[in-house]
């Protein structure tokens, strides 16, 4: 809930189901570009968060693969450099 509720605050579009009823710990978002989203997820890993870009038949974006491990820590991380990049491309 938090990682979907932060990203729709943000300038993305959601790929992932939101109704509770088809979700899982993968949720991934687009940037509609595949270049933009090459380099926020250059920027991602510099960060040492991990994400991937993932496509199927031409479906796909960033995925984030939350897990047990996760905290709620690591996903504001995560959402404020998204956000921290946004910034400093526009």
């Known amino acids: 809930d938090r990682l979907l509720e932060g990203l729709a605050r943000l300038p993305v579009r959601i790929v992932t189901p ?3 009823r088809h979700r899982s710990g993968i949720v991934t978002f687009t940037l509609d570009d595949v270049a933009r ?3 926020l997820i250059e920027r991602l890993l510099d960060a ?3 994400v991937s870009h993932r496509y199927t038949s031409g479906v796909g974006g960033v995925r984030v693969s939350c ?3 996760n905290s ?3 996903l504001d ?3 404020e450099a998204v956000e921290e990049w946004r910034g400093a491309t526009r």
């Open 77 to 79: 991380r995560l959402l």
């Open 72 to 74: 709620l820590a690591d």
């Open 67 to 69: 897990h047990f491990f």
């Open 37 to 39: 989203e090459a380099a």
């Open 48 to 50: 040492r968060i991990l």
């Open 18 to 20: 939101t109704d509770p």
